[in-house]
């Protein structure tokens, strides 16, 4: 007999896992987005050398460190989907990994060289890339027939949760880097990484397992349909990649560009990398507005599908960075523009993440044949991959010999902004010839005895 239960249960309520699964992805979000919060400041401000020296980079490299480690860990999901889908299941892949994810966190804070640094971020990338799929499309195993119209919600709550987490660290680690140097900075996001593994590990009884495939799992990629499965669904991924490659620079050339804004808010000056925490804050607020309010009053006037949603939350990105190069105008003509501009921006992205990333996780769980939740959601998760890869080589290619920079200023925000506006006109083209096509897994009437 099964040590676990191999199938959702026959209901109408909320599945009985998914508070260890969001509580989980609270505390793992926190470790995550703690430490790439301090990373560019980090990379720039505090690196060691092998003699303990400081051994700084310069911003456009530490911007091309920062978008490749991001883009490893949008590529590492491909392993972890092989390991869940084929070999060990999801539950036990994600328990591996986080092992390896924790070992990350505690080599930063424990080498602060540049060899640390490389070492410790490889770490992080595999573990937390790994788990990313698996932990992602378990949310959707928990869930059958009966109870799949709280999907959708469930997600929602789970961005909530991923955001809460953010929020938190955002706030917090910047802070312990500032007054307890990086050692802290980087063990607490470590240790709320080993909280998140035991708050997993507490829910093995209340989840249902959904078994490893085997060779299924292969024979069912190459087939003819998860073949074409995966056609339409990458065409539409490296679309979402571009979103990605703007979006993940509020925590990179976003930060370059706070250091020199009015940062005063309320008599209390905020520091260059705690201006991030606006994105999970809004995020917290955005999902029950969108849910309950904006959503339903566009429904009103046309159906509002998962590519409509993608398609309005590509065009809200790119005026998000319009907004932004008009930030960098004047900064690069002398003036000092107060932060409630870049705010201003931070709404707008936020607005366009809700509309294309928390879409295309449901998207991409019910697009996905059964045999194929995480390696799907892995082939979503690697459009941030392509889109940090691209803003990273961007950025080491724009580098001088001299130091200085082919795209300056304003320029390079240019550049972006046009790239963002030519995906979005291309993806509403393409949105309009995609046929979506739903599997949700099969359920048990009650558990097994």
């Known amino acids: 007999m099964p040590k676990y239960r191999q199938a959702p249960l026959a209901s109408n309520t909320l599945p009985s896992g998914i508070p260890y699964i969001i509580g989980n992805e609270a505390a793992e979000r926190f470790s995550f987005y703690g430490m790439r919060a301090i990373l560019i400041v980090f990379m720039t401000q505090h690196l060691l050398g092998d003699n ?13 460190w920062y978008h490749y480690f991001l883009s490893a860990v949008y590529f590492t999901p491909i392993l972890g989907a092989i390991l869940a889908d084929g070999v060990l299941g999801k539950f036990r892949t994600i328990i591996l990994l986080s092992i390896v994810y924790i070992a990350g966190h505690f080599v930063l804070a424990l080498d602060e060289t540049r060899w640390g640094l490389a070492v410790g971020l490889g770490l992080i990338a595999l573990g937390a890339g790994g788990i990313k799929p698996c932990v992602t499309s378990h949310v959707g195993d928990q869930f059958g027939q009966s109870n799949q119209h709280l999907l959708s919600t ?17 706030l917090l680690t910047p802070w312990l880097l500032k007054h307890y140097g990086a050692s802290v900075a980087f063990a607490v996001p470590g240790i709320l990484m080993l909280i998140a593994t035991i708050t997993f590990w507490a829910g093995r009884h209340k989840f249902a397992h959904i078994p490893p495939q085997g060779m299924r799992f292969i024979k069912d990629i190459f ?19 571009v979103f990605w490659a703007l979006f993940d620079q509020t925590g990179s050339s976003w930060v370059f560009q706070a250091q020199q804004m009015d940062r005063v808010i309320f008599g209390y000056e905020l520091l260059p990398s705690q201006i ?76 366009g993440e809700v509309m294309v990333a928390i879409t295309c996780l449901e998207f991409s769980y019910t697009q996905a044949p059964r045999s194929m939740k995480s390696f799907v959601m892995a082939l ?56 979506e096509k739903t599997y949700i897994q099969h359920q048990i009437s009650e558990e097994p005895k």
Do not use: C
């Not at 469930?154 to 955002?170: E, K, P, R, V």
């Not at 998860?226 to 539409?236: D, Q, R, S």
């Not at 993608?310 to 000092?336: H, M, R």
């Open 52 to 64: 303990g020296e400081l051994a700084v980079m310069g911003k456009d490299d530490a911007k091309g």
């Open 223 to 241: 087939s003819k349909t998860g073949l074409a499965t995966i056609a339409k669904l990458a065409v539409v991924y490296a679309f979402v990649s």
């Open 154 to 170: 469930t997600y929602g709550w789970f961005y909530f949760s991923i955001n809460l987490g953010a929020f938190i660290s955002f």
């Open 380 to 435: 979503f998760l690697m459009s941030a991959a392509i889109g940090n890869l691209f803003t990273g080589t961007v950025n080491f290619f724009i580098q001088n010999a001299d130091g200085t920079s082919k795209l300056e200023g304003t320029d390079y925000f240019i550049f972006f902004t046009i790239v963002m506006l030519v995906t979005t006109l291309l993806f509403i083209l393409y949105a309009r010839l995609y046929k």
């Open 276 to 351: 991030q925490s606006a994105n999970p804050l809004l995020i917290m607020i955005l999902i029950p507005l969108f849910a309950f309010f904006i959503y339903p009053a566009i429904d009103r006037f046309f159906p509002l599908s998962s590519m409509r949603k993608i398609g309005i939350g590509l065009l809200l990105t790119a005026i998000s960075f319009i907004i932004i190069t008009w930030i960098q105008s004047q900064i690069d003509n002398g003036q000092t523009p107060h932060i409630s501009w870049q705010l201003l921006a931070y709404i707008i992205i936020t607005a």
